[in-house]
C-alpha cells in the first residue's frame, strides 16, 4: 500500500477526534468515522455514540482503507493525487473525489475511477494536477450551504493536503516546480 500510511496520517491530522456539531451532516463522529459508517461496517445497527468513541486504530484503518483508499484506487494513483483524492474521499464521498480527480486530469466525470482515468492520471504532471485539484475542491466547498461554519477548515485542509502530496511527488522524483503554491484567488 503505496503511500496508504502516509495519506491516512494525514487524514487523522484533520479529522481530530469525538464531533457531535449540530450542523455537521454527518452527525457523531470520531477521528472521522460516522456512527452511521460505524454501524455499516461492523453490520451492528445497535451500536452507539459510546461504542463509537471507543473504536480501535485497526478499525479505523480498516474503516479507511475498505471505504476510502480501496475505491479511489489510490494504489494505483500517482503519489500526491492519491493523497488529495484518498483526503477528498473521506472528506465529501469517493464519488465526488473521483469526480473532482477525473475533471483534473480531463477523463470522463462519472465518479468512477477505471482503466481510463488512471490512464489520464498518469498522463498529467502531478504537481499541476495537485494544485488544480485543490481550486476544484475548495471551488466545491464554497457551494456548500455549511461553508459559512466549515469554510476556513475545509480550506486550510485543501491546502494541507496539497502541501503533503507535493512532499510525497517530490520523494518519488527530483522535483523543482510550482507544487503546493497558492493558486486561488481570495479566500
Known amino acids: 500500500m503505496k503511500n496508504f500510511r502516509e495519506s491516512l496520517e494525514h487524514v ?4 481530530g477526534g469525538w464531533s457531535n456539531h449540530p450542523a455537521d451532516p454527518g452527525g457523531a463522529t ?12 461492523t453490520g451492528n445497527g445497535m451500536l452507539s455514540s459510546e461504542d463509537l468513541r471507543k473504536i480501535t ?21 500517482p503519489a500526491g ?14 464519488k ?8 483534473t486530469v480531463r477523463a470522463t466525470v462519472d465518479g468512477i475511477i477505471g ?31 455549511h461553508w459559512k461554519f466549515f469554510g476556513r477548515g475545509w480550506k486550510r485542509r485543501a491546502k494541507a493536503a496539497t502541501a503533503n502530496a507535493c512532499r510525497l511527488i ?14 486561488t484567488n481570495g479566500s
Open 30 to 41: 470520531n477521528r472521522g468515522i460516522t456512527l452511521a459508517t460505524y454501524r455499516e461496517h
Open 115 to 145: 482503466p481510463k482515468t488512471l490512464e489520464a492520471a498518469h498522463f498529467v504532471d502531478s504537481e499541476e494536477a495537485v494544485n488544480e485539484y485543490e481550486d476544484r475542491r475548495i471551488s466545491f466547498y464554497r457551494r456548500l450551504w
Open 81 to 94: 493525487l492519491d493523497l488529495v483524492t484518498f483526503d477528498m474521499a473521506v472528506n465529501a464521498g469517493p
Open 170 to 183: 517530490r520523494k518519488n522524483r527530483d522535483s523543482s516546480g510550482q507544487c503546493g503554491e497558492d493558486t
Open 12 to 15: 487523522l491530522s484533520h479529522e
Open 57 to 77: 486504530d485497526a478499525e479505523v484503518e480498516e474503516i479507511y482503507r475498505d471505504r476510502y483508499w480501496d475505491p479511489i484506487r489510490g494504489n494505483q494513483l
Open 96 to 103: 465526488r473525489a473521483a469526480r473532482i480527480l477525473q475533471a
